[in-house]
């Protein structure tokens, strides 16, 4: 991935991870860091997105939801029947009085794979079968979720939805309507400028780029600058390491015990 490509995907789909990772942690300050680690991982390791199992975006929210959920389970084990089938209790609605803080309460009550689908669907607005691809689910689950969601969504606003419905003169249960309309009281605003700042920034590194693959050099040119390397180390090593001295031997240095040793033996052979 290039660096044009990488700025394009981040600049395209930043402020919808920001939000989605909010709604589903319920803090801005993780969704900060949830969004970052996610194109941190495209950053650093691009050939981790196969094209032929989906788009980028259904790549990019599968990376975000299993960010948050890691974070939202701790260390604990994922279990799936406990995410799923775990019964909502009723919200408190009395000690509340903005219906944005009402709403994201309820949709925090929900189970993680309920909460995630209905953000997806309802906020976000993808399909069943977008939704599926990015939580590596089909499409029967997908649309379960969403009908449990919708259900235990329903059960916990009925004051509000009743209300609601009554000021318009509408009698009856709630429909999808309605649920909607009330949904729709809890808007995020996009991601804040110091998320551009932490990830375009780390992109800057040389390290990063040359991880993400953004410059691809051949296999030659590689191994021609690893070996240069390699020869400026030695002789820089051998230019910092002290001068030994020579132990080799100078034949000159023996000369004169030679020439000594060859007139004690012809003064011997004189005396002779």
Excluded at 162 to 185: H, V
Aim: hydrophobic content about 45%.
């Amino acid at each position: 991935m290039t660096d044009p490509e990488f700025r394009e995907a981040y600049g395209r789909n930043k402020n919808m991870l920001y939000r989605f990772a909010w709604r589903m942690t319920g803090s801005p300050t993780a969704a900060e860091d949830i969004v970052q680690d996610c194109f941190l991982v495209l950053l650093r390791n691009p050939s981790v997105y196969d094209c032929q199992r989906g788009t980028l975006r259904s790549f990019l929210i599968g990376v975000t939801r299993n960010l948050a959920l890691k974070q939202l389970r701790g260390d604990r084990s994922f279990e799936e029947l406990e995410l799923e089938t775990v019964p909502c209790t009723a919200v408190d609605l009395s000690g509340e009085t903005e219906r944005d803080r009402l709403v994201a309460a309820v949709i925090a009550a929900l189970p993680p794979l309920q909460r995630e689908t209905l953000i997806l669907a309802e906020y976000e607005e993808l399909t069943l079968a977008e939704i599926g691809c990015a939580m590596g689910a089909d499409l029967a689950a997908v649309t379960s979720r969403l009908h449990r969601a919708r259900e235990n969504l329903r059960r916990m606003l009925a004051p509000l939805l009743e209300k609601k419905a009554q000021t318009k003169g509408i009698y009856g249960p709630p429909n999808d309507r309605e649920l909607r309309e009330l949904l729709n009281e809890w808007q995020l605003p996009g991601a804040p400028a110091s998320l551009d700042t932490r990830v375009l920034g780390a992109q800057r590194h040389w390290w990063s780029v040359l991880l993400s693959g953004s410059i691809r050099l051949p296999v030659p040119v590689v191994i021609a600058v690893v070996a240069i390397l390699l020869v400026m180390a030695v002789a820089l090593m051998r230019r910092q390491s002290p001068p030994q001295e020579s132990t080799a031997i100078n034949l000159a240095d023996f000369q004169p015990v030679h020439d000594l040793n060859v007139r004690i033996i012809r003064g011997h052979d004189e005396t002779k």
